[in-house]
């Protein structure tokens, strides 16, 4: 009879812990982003973020999305990249993605070169994990900074690809 009622507890247990657990979505920790460059078309950077599965489970990091705003007030808009990644069961990863912003105002390059100071940006979007058992959207927000010296790198090789313009020479 004792043998029956623990065997009955540990059912009774189980039944209300281990199948009615409700997945968690993972905790994203923005780790850094990167200024990787302009072009003519627009600017690279490059986001990391410190991913953390707390389910027994894994989950799959299908999408990235971003948008990045220079100097608080020039908006790059908006890009979604795919990304196949997993975040293992309890386990942890780091999600590294590239982001490629096309220019809205081409005109902010040439203001932020003639600033003559660090600009700052801010990245911000989400990531889309999954399972079987959970989807979640997850946002992160990281803020970088552009040295001036980058900048005018950028419009140096930016200017040679913009339709219309002439091209300059450019010392060997």
């Known amino acids: ?12 247990l189980f ?6 657990a409700t997945p ?8 850094q982003v990167t200024f990787t460059g ?16 707390p389910n027994a489970f894994p989950l799959t990091v ?7 705003k220079l100097d608080g007030k020039y908006d790059l808009g908006s890009v979604s990249t795919i990304a196949k990644l997993e975040i293992p069961a309890n386990g942890t990863t780091t999600i590294s993605s ?3 912003l096309k220019w809205n105002d081409m005109g902010a390059l040439g203001l932020l070169g003639a600033s003559n ?22 946002p992160y927000k990281i803020d970088g900074m552009i040295t001036h010296d980058q900048i005018m790198q950028g419009v140096a090789r930016a200017l040679p690809g913009l339709q219309g313009l002439p091209r300059p020479i450019l010392p060997r």
């Open 38 to 53: 302009f072009t003519a078309d627009g600017v690279e950077f490059t986001v990391e973020v410190f991913a953390t599965n």
């Open 62 to 68: 299908r999408n990235v999305t971003g948008s990045a």
């Open 24 to 31: 968690a979505p993972p905790t994203l920790t923005p780790k």
């Open 98 to 100: 590239p982001l490629s």
């Open 117 to 138: 100071r660090p600009i700052p940006f801010q990245v911000a979007g989400k990531v889309s994990v999954g399972s079987e058992k959970l989807n979640v959207d997850v």
């Open 1 to 12: 009879m004792r043998a029956f009622c623990l065997v009955l507890l540990a059912m009774l």
């Open 15 to 20: 039944s209300i812990f281990g199948c009615n």
